[in-house]
């Protein structure tokens, strides 16, 4: 896919999307159909799962996916929206600064105009250093400027939950790592785990700058989280979880009782399904 | 793959529910973590819902996908999966007899051990004659014996939409289609669109053979049906539409709301999904 006007465009209105004076609701999709669904519904952008996407082409989460099928994936969805599409890459699928920049030109190329990088390694649980994680952040950001998309850079770091310490030791790192990011050209700062509304506060207060949170029990609604000054709520793969359930109910449903309303009430149909391969016309 | 005793083992293990005196209940997914929920939920069987897996791949239902794009999806599935799989493969993706039956062999070594084939063309609704349709199911019958996979062949009319006439004229038509694909080496015949309980049971009564009925709205539970002698329910793609609507619904209480309940409640963990990626250990 060759570099357009329209994906700079995207590119700039997602960008938008996080300076305004209300939290940007980012659903993540994992396939085709949930994105456009999500577009449908109105959401303004449409970012991926990195776990929803994986587990649903038989991968755990991770780096385990070939990164080709991965991209597959990003480019299947990003043709299909014609909202802005934010991919998750996991930490870049590379040890180096050189490697990751690749993954991200490769994710662009696919039709994505903002990512997701972790600074942590799935197999172990180790998170990178400030410096290593600071230079790849930095050359993703000029890769952005060399292909003239300002993509949107969302600096997930997991320190709350591999850091050492105590709870508070973790928020104090996940801050000193999240202002690191910030002053390396990220656009945003994503702290996994940050649930509750005390450690929000400290957060964001910190920062001064667009924070991201996920959706997960517990975490305050939209309207707390505009009032604690949230940029951005994503779903993360809460998304798959729940329609997981979903299809856990509906199956018991048919064993239990050989009954479908589960299948077919509030159900789309046919023909909603089969619009929903395209683009939104 | 190659053909192993599992496979032969699980092609007989579905054969075998077909014949019980209850309907075997199949429900159709269409990407691994839905199978696999099938599997868990403890479906002896599993099915793909060419619609459903489709979309999630970006095409719309028939054959526009890539025939590759089919079979490497089905691959992920049977993959993952610790039951039969049977593939929904449309009309074998071929004008030739020849061709057909390249398709049903690469489906078996995609791992799957059934197969749903139509007797219509997607793209314009016309049904292939009988004779050209009983020569296609008389190669596949063939290429089981050849492999030594006692694949399950459930033979699709679309009949009762598409042949010409009255409700009647084309109940007749549908009953004359699915006895000549009996005859051909059919182990289940699926007429589509057959909902109501007195055509299920006029059907039923002229086959004196397995059937497959599709859960839709309107459908007998499944304790009428085994009353009325069905052998198989498939959810064909209603576990797909009704995926969606939940998320619509889920969308729709996060931008109106502001908060998340059907996004958490009753979701399964990270862990769970994750578990889904791999076949059930």
Partial sequence: MK????????AEAFRELHSRNRPLILPNAWDVPSARIFEDEGF???A??????????????GEV????DLLAAIRRISKALTVPLSADIVAGFGETPEAVVDTVKA?????????????FVHATKLLHSIPDQVEKLREIKKLGSTMAIPLVINARTDALRFAPGDNDQRLQEAIRR???????GADCVYPMGLTDAPSIKTFVEALA????????KGLPPIGELQQLGVARVSFGPAASYAVMGFLKRASREVLE?????????????FDELNRLALPKS
Same sequence: chains 1, 2.
Wanted: glycine share 8%; net charge negative.
């Fill in 65 to 68: 996916i070939d990164r080709e």
């Fill in 209 to 216: 700058f667009p924070v991201n949170v996920m959706v997960r």
């Fill in 257 to 269: 009782n050989g009954t479908y309303a589960s299948l077919v009430d509030g159900a789309i149909s």
């Fill in 44 to 46: 303004p952008a449409v």
């Fill in 3 to 10: 570099m357009t006007n329209s994906q700079r465009e995207k």
């Fill in 107 to 119: 994710t662009i190329n696919a039709g994505a105009i903002g990512i997701n990088i972790e600074d």
């Fill in 178 to 184: 999240a202002i690191a990011y910030r002053d390396a």
């Fill in 48 to 61: 991926t799962s990195s776990a929803g996407l994986m587990v649903s082409l038989g991968y755990p989460d």
